[in-house]
């Protein structure tokens, strides 16, 4: 038979996640998908509480935020185009008044900094070694707010930035929570603004960062989600129409490997239960007052009912 792909040979990790894992969720976009995907199995995830970020500094540093329960200072703000700033989060914390955005951050710190003390698995999702500094004073920003390029000076992060900023969080979250398993995946999406070269060289750096520091780390794995896409799916058929994110297809067949490496035989069934019972319960009620869509309501909640009991930490998406 033909083999039209190369499969990635990823094992399964020496440490599942478990029903009863709460989970955090940092990084690139590819965060919130798979984050997406293990909420709507059931897990109680918390996904980027300070946004999407990309490179390893920046999330780096949000943790630190939340490790050290850091909230803004008022001077850290600053207004562009009719709305108040942090360079360290994603421009959606922007608020009309500078008041409205410390609070705004500071929650997204409380949240932060909760769900790592609660959380058993952390995951984290860096897309890029690229940065942009702020040229008036140097100033690392975890987005660009749209700030007019003259405003900003951008460069690839070193191998050895990378390696020490991973090192040093690993060292940092040691210590805040030594019970924590960390996984590291690198994000499949492209960066292809500086070309594809660049993102090539990009990924490269954050991937050898990442090999080097793990070989030290016994509580921390990889996940191999950019290897998955450009390796097993290598196709523009698995990619959005931008050929930048991957697409629905790419995404499911890259959490099915992830089930296979993380999750135990329980965490799958329950997976396949759950979405048995969500796609039941997306199901159209054309006529809520027949008979026929009572009995429907009931076998559904009783069904909810033997999930609850069979997993106690089961959660729900507001969906029903």
């Known amino acids: ?136 004073d140097g100033h690392l920003m975890a987005n660009n707010h749209k700030l007019p390029s003259s405003d900003l000076n951008n460069r690839i992060l070193s191998f050895r930035e990378v390696k020490q900023c991973l090192e040093e969080l690993f060292s940092e979250l040691t210590i805040f929570r030594p019970d924590l398993q960390i996984i590291l995946t690198l994000s499949p999406v492209r960066h292809i603004r500086d070309g594809l070269e660049m993102n090539a060289y990009s990924k490269a750096i954050l991937l050898s960062a990442i090999r080097e520091v793990l070989q030290h ?7 191999p989600s950019y290897e998955i896409m450009v390796d097993e799916l290598r196709d523009y058929r698995f990619y959005e129409a931008d050929l930048i994110h991957p697409n629905a297809v790419a995404t499911d067949h890259i959490w099915n ?21 969500r796609s039941m319960a997306a199901h159209r009620i054309l006529h809520p007052d027949a008979e026929e869509s009572t009995r429907f309501r009931e076998k559904l909640s009783a069904i909810k009912q033997a999930l609850q009991a069979r997993y106690p930490h089961l959660t729900f998406p507001e969906q029903e």
């Open 217 to 223: 780390q016994t509580s921390a794995s990889y996940f």
């Open 1 to 136: 038979m033909l083999q039209w792909s190369t499969p990635v040979n990823a094992s399964q990790a020496a440490q599942c996640i478990t029903s009863e894992d709460r989970l955090l969720l940092t990084g690139s976009c590819f965060s919130s998908q798979i984050g997406s995907k293990l909420a709507q199995s059931g897990w109680h995830t918390t996904i980027n509480p300070a946004g999407v970020m990309y490179n390893p500094l920046s999330i780096a540093a949000q943790i630190n935020r939340w490790i050290q329960n850091k909230k803004p200072e008022p001077d850290e703000l600053f207004l562009h185009q009719g709305l108040w700033r942090h360079a360290d989060w994603h421009s959606s914390f922007a608020a009309a008044t500078k008041e409205a955005a410390l609070e705004t951050l500071a929650d997204s710190v409380s949240a932060g900094r909760n769900a790592l003390q609660e959380a058993n698995v952390l995951i984290l999702t860096p897309g890029t070694a690229r940065v942009y500094e702020r040229a008036a």
């Open 257 to 277: 490997i992830f089930q296979q490496v993380f999750l135990d035989t329980s965490g799958r069934q329950q997976v396949k239960e759950v979405e048995q019972y």
